[in-house]
């Protein structure tokens, strides 16, 4: 029986869908869902430095990643409350993704794991596999892929 799911958000359509899809779960069974973003050290790409300059957060990459980590699972907490779920946590850690997700599952007991899914559109992802398809052969219990 699923007592917890946690949702794996990145800021994506996909990972909104994957909220939205996690919090109607969790809504109509009454459970907890847990919001996870995992923070990657990287720089930033020119999209998430033009949202720190509109946002006007000052700082390093580290700060702005951060900040922006922080907004995105506040905004997914308030999406999955007014869908109806009541028990909503978030949580933003460091590390590589797909594994973060898998030890944070393993972490909180989630009984499954809803994560977004994107095309594939660059030769690394191809070569390696997506995060979503990493998540997927590494997790012990069920993952839910949304599009």
């Known amino acids: 029986m699923i007592k917890t799911i946690l949702v794996a958000v990145d800021g994506s359509d996909h990972a909104l869908k ?3 899809y996690s919090a109607s779960i969790a809504a109509a069974m009454s459970r907890k869902l847990r919001i996870l973003y995992v ?4 720089n ?4 998430l430095l033009q949202y720190a300059d509109a946002e006007h957060i000052i700082g390093g990459n580290k700060d702005i990643l951060e900040k922006m980590a922080a907004d995105i699972v506040t905004n997914a907490k308030v999406r999955a409350e007014k869908s109806g779920v009541t028990n909503v946590d978030t949580e ?3 590390g590589p993704v797909a594994r973060s997700i898998v030890k944070c599952s393993k972490n909180c007991n989630a ?3 809803v994560i977004g899914t994107r095309g594939m559109g660059n030769i690394e992802a191809t ?3 997506g995060v979503s398809h990493r998540v ?3 997790a012990t219990v069920p993952v839910l892929s949304v599009r």
Do not use: F
């Open 18 to 20: 994957a909220v939205d």
């Open 39 to 42: 923070l990657k050290s990287q």
């Open 44 to 47: 930033l790409p020119k999209g």
């Open 92 to 94: 933003v850690i460091k």
């Open 111 to 113: 009984d499954m794991i």
């Open 127 to 129: 070569l390696r596999g």
């Open 136 to 138: 997927e052969l590494l």
